[in-house]
């Protein structure tokens, strides 16, 4: 079973840039599908990144609200993953949260993600 820490949040500008990191413990995250996910006060949480399960070909998915902007990415040695946020808007403004899961793909589903950090405040100003 892995355990989750999320760090780097904070308040920036509109068009600034934050890094979110995800430290990974009791299992290795290399293991596992990650993928980060966001949720503002009154809205359902919502899926930002994915990456597969490492293997021959990993892959990475995005919303299509961050995609260009963000970067998600994952540190095997280090045990820790990685999103990248520049540009940011007043939009981005949430409580983002990185999960895992143990499957092998890079799902987009909440629901298919076994272990939860407990999120990081995003909060970008105008």
């Known amino acids: 079973q892995v355990q989750l820490v999320e760090s780097g949040g904070g308040l920036v500008q509109a068009g600034g840039s934050l890094r979110l990191s995800c430290a990974a413990s009791?299992?290795?995250?290399?293991?596992?599908?990650t993928g980060w996910f966001r949720q503002s006060p009154g809205k359902e949480r919502e899926f930002v990144a994915a990456i597969s399960r490492s293997g021959v070909m990993t892959v990475t998915v995005y919303a299509d609200s961050v995609k260009g902007r963000f970067i998600a990415s994952r540190d095997n040695a280090k045990n820790t993953m990685y999103l990248q946020m520049n540009t940011l808007k007043p939009d981005d403004t949430a409580l983002y949260y990185c999960a895992a899961r143990n499957g092998v793909s890079a799902a987009r589903g909440s629901m298919e993600y076994n272990y939860w950090g407990q999120g990081t405040q995003v909060t970008v100003s105008s």
């Open positions: 009791g299992s290795t995250i290399g293991n596992y599908a």
